[in-house]
């Protein structure tokens, strides 16, 4: 087989991408390259081939490299796998197009430099912010719900699905749009602001070249949720931190409001700020994607999902709500059922009694259970008895019941445990380019115990069509049996496909 490749193109502010399923591409190291490029620059009035797209796509692990060519900025960068400390990498060189003019049958590999000297990320040269004095601001975790096991699961698969995007180094280089539409795929999960669809007729890419495209937020601010979201380049340091918190106030400032809950987001962290006329809290950075991602939940990500789907950290509605008789919680989840998933978010968020009936359900999934909850209790797997004796750790923000953790006497309320692993060092917190696809390089899915109309199942990930739709699994006959990896649930942004596909496989 030959070198497989991907082409990006930005012209006239437009992102355009090309991949040629059936024909090889020249490394670059051959002479030819340079001339296709030129080719690409010569023709840039006739893309029809090309496949108009939001952002630049990142290496995948089946290809050998993928060249971006951006007109508008007079760079080409040429991304390839290379190995660091056994561990394969994606590695960005960079040139200016001007050096093509006079390159005389160069090559690229002779004309390439590498990536100490690709341009910094915008966020790293804006000029300095004077820092905001912060209070700490503490978020009490209430015992995680079903509907939070469920969305760990999920943001797990999502991370492995879209891992090369996350990888990816040009990802990071804020502001990007790749990152706008991560953050904002993750920010969904975390609010079970998506749809369940029972629709199996997904066009899976050839040779599995995935691309996100679902609609993102195009400005770095904006409203989730009752939530102020602050898309920043790096949270981890006093003054990047200091720099996020300015813009939001600047915002309200211009919006004419002087309070509001903030969730900011980095790819790799993520901070809970509360902002009032008279101060500024901020909870601790939490690791937000890390190299682990794809394997287990991150500690950001978990107390996201706390944060907007319980009333651990948000004005509560009850005292403004008030309903001249009580609705059981029967009649309560009928009418939630009775809605489209996008109508049934909208009374929850318009509701406190609605909101509290949405997310302590799985909603838009009926007769639907789970009967292992491993990343939500992760002691011991087992929910039982959690909402009377738990206790939660302040560091990874892990809920565990009392005796798992040790706590022989019944814990107060809100009572904190730093837990074994946080202890030990042994929480994973960083996030290298190419971490998550190394962790989880053999990775096949993980199988969920749940239960449907009180039958038994195991809930899996797909990650082809099902097998009656792919004419090449006929060629093996009846030399192997072939499950039928049946699609049941896929999860969609606005209709949009989300990558992540599950099938119900018999207990």
Known sequence: MGTRGLWNLRSAGKWYRLHEQRSRIRSPNEPETVRRIKSIIASLNNLEEWESVSFPSPLQSNLDYV???????GTLTITRWESLDGMLQPFPGQIPLSCLDGSHGLTLDQLTRFPGEVSEPEDRRAPTT?????????IHPEPPTTLNELQFRISRDFCFIWRFFIDDPMTWRYPSMAFNTIAIGLLRIAAWDLEVSSDSQIDYPENRVNFPYWGAPQTDIFWFHRYLVVLHGNINTKTSISAAISKAQFFLEVSHRDAAHLIILSLQHVAFVEISSK????????????????????????????????????PSLARREHLGVGFPPETLDLILRSCSPKSALTLSQSSFIFQEQYYSTIPQIQHFTLRSFKHSVPCCGKKNRLRENWVYCPSCYACRHAECAGVRSEPEADSQVICFDCKD????????????????????????????AGSPKILRIRFWKPSHLCPELRLLGNLVTIPPRLI???IRFNGAFAGVAYGLDDS
């Open 488 to 490: 049941n649930f896929t």
């Open 67 to 73: 060249y971006t060519i951006d007109v508008d900025a």
């Open 279 to 314: 101060s500024v809290l901020c909870s601790q950075i939490l690791p937000f994607l890390v190299n682990m991602s794809a394997r287990q939940c991150s500690p950001g990500f978990r107390l996201l999902s706390y944060v907007l789907t319980s009333s651990c950290w948000k």
């Open 130 to 138: 004077p820092q905001v004095v912060l209070d700490q601001l503490l």
């Open 425 to 452: 060092g042994k929480l994973c917190t960083e996030l290298v380019p190419g971490g998550i696809n190394h962790i989880t390089r053999r990775f096949s899915g993980e199988d969920c115990e749940v239960s449907v």
